[in-house]
C-alpha cells in the first residue's frame, strides 16, 4: 500500500510539478569540524520568504563513506587507522579529545591516514583539509568540463550518485545549488553537475559561493561553463537566489536555519556555531588583499540583530563553540559581545588595535567568552607593515599581544613572507619580533604571498603566469630583491623554523584542522 501511494505522488508530481524546490547541496572536501553557514543563511532566507528548500552537507557524508567503506591496508600504522576508527572518531567528538595534545594528534594523524589511502586508490591526494588530482587542476575551466564529462571517474562518485538521486526522489525539486567556495570543492562540484546534467536533465543548476565570486570579479573572467552551469551567484546569495527561485525581488532578513544540519556527524567535540556578523572587511586597504583588490563591500548587521540572531542560534543548537566569520571582527563587536555575553566561548579573526591594548579590555573580552583571537600580523618589519598599509606598528603589535597574553586569551598569529618590499633582511626582523613575543603567540600561520591577478601592484611587477589556468586567482612574479618562493622556502626551514623559540609553538599547531580545533584547547572552550 506505501510503495502504491509513493509511486501515485511520483506521478502527480511529474505531471503537475510542484513549483520552487530547491536542494542547497554543500559539495566535498572541506574541514569536517561546523557546518556551512552559507546552507544555513540560505535555507532561513528562502524559507523564510516562503520557498522550499532543504539542505544537505555533502562533505561530511563523503567523509563518513570513506571511513566505513575504504578496505584496510597491510602497513602496520595502516592497520591501526583502521581497527581505531570509530575509537578515534568518538575521541575528536569528545571533551576528552582535546585534553592530551599526543594522543589528538594521533587520533587525527590515524583519521587522515585512511583518507589517504582511498585517495591514492582513486590517483589523487586527498587529506582532512585538500583534495588534489595531479592529472586535473581546479584552475583549468577544460579540466573541470573533463570532470563533469568522466563524473564516474570521482572518487566520490559511488556515494553521491545514489544520494543525490535519493535525494531527489525524496524531494522532487525543480533546482539544484551548489555551495562552492574552495579550490578543494570545485573538481567535485563539477562531477556532480555531471551527474545531474546526464541523469536529471530537466533540473535547474545554480552555483554561488566565494570562489565563484572570486572567478566573476577576474579581470580574465569570461564564463566557460555557458551551457553547463544555469545561474551563478554572484556575492552575498540570499537576494539574487531568492529572485531566481520565485520572481521576487525583495525578502525579510532572517536567523539562519540550523535544523537540517545539527544531526550531521561532524568532528569536534560539540556543535560549532559559525557566524558572521559582517561581509567585507572594515579596513580593506591591505596593497596584498583580496578583500582590497577585489573591492569588496563592507556590511555589517547591527548590534541588535547580532543580539538577537546569537540569542535564537545558541537556544536552538546549543553550540560548543561560536566560529565568527569575519574577516575581522570590529571593535565595536567586541564591545557589544562583553556587555552582552554570548554565553558559549567564541573566537574569530581580529584586527591589531588599539582597544587589545587596554588589559581592563583584554580581560573583559576574556570573560565574555573569548577562548582565541586570529591575528594576521603579516610582518615583524616596520618597513614591511608600511608598505602592505597594514595600518599597525610593530609597538601596537606588541602591546596588544602582551595584553591578550596576560588576559589568558590565546591568539593564533599569522605570518605572511615574500611581498614585494620584503628581503631576507626583514623577513629576519619577522624572525626577531616572533621569537620575542613567544610567550604571547600560541599558534603561528606561515604563508608565503599569491600576487591577486587583480591587485594594483601587477602594475608595478613584472608578473609570470605560473598558474596556467584560465581561472587562476593569482599570479607569480620576479622579486625585485631576488626574494623568491626557493629562497623564502630555504629561509622558513632552515632558519624560521629551527628557531628554539619557535619550534615548540609549531608543534602545538592541530594538524589539518588549525586554528579551528585549536580553541579546543584552552580552558574556556
Known sequence: MLTYVHNFFKLYYFFYPV?????????PFVKSCEPSAALAQLTAYLRGNGERCFPYDLSIECLHHLLETTPVANDTWSKRAFRNRKENITLLKSGKGYTNYSRYERAVSDINRIIEIAGKRHGIQL?????????LSPLKSEDLLYAMEHYRENIFF?????????LIDKHNPTRIGLSLNFLSQALPTFAIIGFLKS???????????????????????TNPFKGVVDQF?????????????????????????????????????????????????????????PETSENSPYICLSNNQVQRDLGSLIEKTRPRLIHF???????????????????????????????LTDPDFTRALKKSGCAMLKLGLESGSSYVLEQMNKGISLSLASRVLRSLEQ???????????GTASEDIGEARKTLRFASEHASAITYTNLSIFNLPICSQ????????????????????????????????????????????????????????????????????S
Open 199 to 221: 541523469s536529471f536533465p530537466e533540473l535547474k543548476i545554480i552555483v554561488g559561493g566565494g570562489l565563484i565570486t572570486s572567478w566573476h570579479k577576474s579581470p580574465q573572467w
Open 158 to 166: 559511488p556515494y553521491l550518485g545514489k544520494r543525490i538521486a535519493s
Open 457 to 524: 601592484e601587477t602594475e608595478t611587477l613584472e608578473t609570470i603566469n605560473r598558474h596556467e589556468g584560465d581561472l587562476t586567482l593569482y599570479t607569480d612574479f620576479i622579486h625585485p630583491k631576488g626574494w623568491g618562493r626557493k629562497e623564502i622556502r630555504k629561509f622558513l626551514n632552515n632558519e624560521f623554523k629551527r628557531h628554539p623559540l619557535i619550534m615548540p609553538i609549531l608543534r602545538e599547531n592541530p594538524p589539518f584542522f588549525s586554528s579551528n580545533h585549536a580553541p579546543f584547547f584552552h580552558k574556556n
Open 325 to 355: 566569520l569575519d574577516s575581522a571582527i570590529s571593535p565595536r563587536l567586541m564591545t557589544d559581545l562583553i556587555r552582552q555575553p554570548p554565553g558559549v566561548p567564541w573566537y574569530g579573526f581580529a584586527r591589531i588595535c588599539e582597544q
Open 19 to 27: 513549483k520552487n524546490i530547491m536542494l542547497l547541496l554543500q559539495p
Open 233 to 289: 551567484v554572484v556575492g552575498a546569495g540570499e537576494a539574487p537566489l531568492l529572485e531566481i527561485v520565485s520572481g521576487k525581488t525583495d525578502g525579510e532578513e532572517q536567523t539562519p536555519e540550523h535544523k537540517d544540519l545539527l544531526g550531521n556527524n561532524y568532528l569536534a567535540p560539540g556543535y560549532i556555531l559559525p557566524f558572521t556578523a559582517s561581509i567585507g572587511c572594515y579596513w580593506r586597504k591591505c596593497s596584498f588583499c
Open 127 to 135: 587529506n582532512l583539509e585538500n583534495y588534489q588530482d595531479s592529472r
Open 407 to 417: 588576559a589568558g586569551i590565546a591568539t593564533y598569529v599569522y605570518l605572511l613572507f
